[in-house]
């Protein structure tokens, strides 16, 4: 239940706090005043989507902030189920501000506006003033049937399984487009398979053999090179080694007498070892090399077909091993797309007689509802002055190919308002006023098997007077008995039969503007209504008038006020 509202700095409001009791509650007062104010501060912190024109004038930001008791039941399991629970009440704030940003908190926490959206829908639902609009759409009726036979669980799964199904379907469709051409796809894929085996490619092959045809190709050149080299190191009497090894020889012929020549006998006997151990790996190097025509050719043709092999499917010679298994993949995929399609097949009849055997359910179970709402209803418009209208919820069955996520119907809502004239569509045959007392019926019957503790009527009432709008009003009053319900009203005949009643009132002067929220006591009941009845001048018979309307009311109010209570705040 709402207990407590706080609004700052919101359209011309500056400050403002009210309190709410159970019961029916009647909020009145002339137009302008804020009365519109309240519904959309409420709507705010429910997680309606906010509009930064709404900050007030001069300000930054706006805040919006609500107190709700609760009772066991889905908003606290929702909040349970979110860690956000605090006790036994529910704090929600929503901060407006000018740079375009909104920040939403549950009992403190920040919150994304879609958690406020889905907590408010347990909490509180506000028929707004131009909600009959609403009637005349077909989606809206379905709606309002679904809501009235609590199918939102069905309708999830329903919509949950058509989606699957037609996801399923789609990807069916693909695939049998893509298997036309499997048979030409899998013999290019074949061949080329086929043809990259044949290259026996090793996976070294593409760093290795370039090398080789190097060396193969100068070995002419590196043999007579080498046999250079050796002639001046070594195999020749004039080779430097022979040379070097000359002067050792003198050298170790006058270690003797000239001590100071044996460290250049040393570096010089290294020397020559070094030299040795050069001609002996430039001999060994000349060994390896040979002439050879045969192989120098083999190894022409074998770099040519790696090489046309990477141009053709155009990939550096090296890749040619991945390219391989990329073909073979693919082609093992296609050659499984025959499996994979009667898989798909099973899978997608599966998906759809799911769905199906679920949009028959509902089928069902809304042809049931759509007959108990339409007795209901009738009751209500009735009572409203409608006495010898017919409205019917017509519920049709589908053919199968025209399935939708909200399932197989199409849901009308059908009206006679005079005898011997068939029923039509809503929209053809009823007039502005008959349509707000069957849009307030409608909502009356569908609300009593709704959950929500909060109920929020916003001027719902436009169209409506004389006797029919004493019906309303205690319509709205049996709703007060066990709801907190909230009516914004302008009509004396149901601002009378609340169980408190609010008064909106706007005070301006050069400075600023100061909203009032008062509740009424007897006495100033009876004073606002005969307001209501008589506006500016009122008599003493629109004040008797008044005080016997509030009477006969306040005589069964069974205590549900107990004080009077004072709420203002500037605006």
Same mark, same amino acid.
């Not at 400050?15 to 709507?43: C, N, Q, Y």
């Not at 939403?104 to 879609?114: C, H, R, V």
């Not at 298997?179 to 061949?191: G, I, M, P």
């Given at each position: ?27 009145? *007062? ?12 409420? *709507?705010? $912190? ?26 066991? *039941? ?20 929503? $901060? ?55 199918? /939102?669980?069905?309708?999830? =799964? ?21 298997? +036309? ?37 100068? %070995? ?58 050069? %001609? ?8 390896? #090399? ?35 298994? $990329? ?12 499996? /994979? ?16 055997? +679920?949009? #028959? ?10 007959? =108990? ?93 004389? *006797? ?25 005949? $149901? ?23 008062? /509740? ?20 003493? /018979?629109?004040?008797?008038? %008044? ?25």
């Amino acid at each position: 239940m709402l207990q407590h509202i706080h609004i700052k700095d919101l359209a011309i409001v500056t400050h403002l706090e009210v309190e709410f009791r159970p019961g029916m509650t009647a909020l009145t *007062g002339e137009t302008g005043a804020g009365k519109s104010i309240l519904i959309d501060a409420l *709507g705010l $912190v429910l997680g309606d989507r906010a509009d930064i024109g709404m900050i007030r004038s001069g300000c930054d930001r706006a805040e919006i902030s609500a107190i709700f008791t609760l009772d066991d *039941g889905e908003a606290a399991a929702w909040l349970r189920e979110n860690a956000l629970d605090d006790g036994d009440q529910c704090l929600l704030r929503r $901060v407006l501000t000018r740079n375009g940003g909104s920040r939403a908190f549950i009992n403190g926490s920040p919150a994304p506006i879609k958690s406020l959206q889905q907590l408010g829908e347990l909490m509180v639902d506000i028929q707004g003033q131009h909600a009959h609009q609403s009637l005349l759409r077909r989606n809206h009726q379905r709606e309002l049937l679904d809501g009235y036979a609590g199918h /939102q669980a069905l309708c999830s =799964k329903t919509a949950i399984l058509h989606n699957q199904w037609q996801s399923a379907e789609t990807r069916l469709i693909e695939l049998t487009a893509a298997t +036309q051409d499997r048979e030409a796809r899998s013999d290019l894929l074949t061949f080329q398979v086929n043809e990259l085996n044949e290259l026996k490619l090793e996976i070294d092959e593409p760093a290795t053999l370039p090398a080789e045809h190097k060396r193969l190709t100068n %070995a002419s050149e590196l043999i007579e090179s080498c046999n250079s080299m050796l002639n001046t190191l070594s195999d020749n009497d004039e080779a430097a080694l022979t040379l070097l090894n000359r002067v050792l020889s003198e050298l170790n012929s006058l270690n003797d007498s000239s001590p100071q020549l044996r460290e250049s006998h040393e570096m010089l006997e290294s020397a020559a070892i070094q030299m040795e151990e050069a %001609a002996s790996s430039l001999r060994d190097f000349g060994d390896t #090399l040979e002439l050879s025509p045969a192989r120098l050719n083999q190894l022409d043709q074998r770099l040519t077909e790696i090489h046309d092999m990477a141009r053709k499917y155009r990939c550096r010679p090296e890749m040619l091993p991945q390219t391989l298994e $990329v073909l073979i993949d693919e082609l093992s995929q296609l050659n499984n797309s025959t499996t /994979q399609l009667s898989e798909l097949e099973q899978e997608t009849a599966a998906l759809w007689d799911q769905y199906r055997e +679920q949009a #028959l359910i509902l089928d069902r179970s809304r042809k049931v509802a759509a007959k =108990k709402l339409d007795r209901q209803v009738m009751e209500g418009i009735r009572s409203l002055g409608i006495s010898n209208g017919r409205l019917e919820m017509k519920v049709t069955t589908l053919e199968d190919d025209k399935a939708t996520a909200s399932g197989l119907n199409t849901i009308e809502l059908l009206f006679s308002a005079n005898p011997g004239q068939p029923l039509q569509p809503l929209s053809k045959v009823a007039s502005g006023g008959e349509l707000s007392r069957l849009s307030l019926a409608i909502q009356v019957a569908a609300i009593r098997c709704a959950r929500v503790p909060t109920l929020i009527f916003d001027e719902v009432d436009v169209g409506i007077g004389g *006797g029919i709008a004493e019906i309303v009003g205690r319509l709205l009053r049996q709703l007060g008995e066990s709801r907190q319900v909230l009516c914004v009203t302008h009509l004396p005949q $149901v601002a009378s039969l609340g169980h408190q009643h609010l008064l909106i009132r706007k005070e301006s002067n050069k400075k600023r503007t100061l909203t009032h929220i008062t /509740q009424l006591n007897s006495e100033e009941r009876i004073q606002e209504v005969a307001r209501m009845l008589g506006g500016l001048d009122i008599t003493g /018979q629109t004040l008797a008038h %008044a005080r016997e309307m509030v009477k006969l009311k306040e005589s069964d109010e069974s205590g549900i006020i107990s004080a009077d209570t004072t709420q203002s705040g500037s605006g």
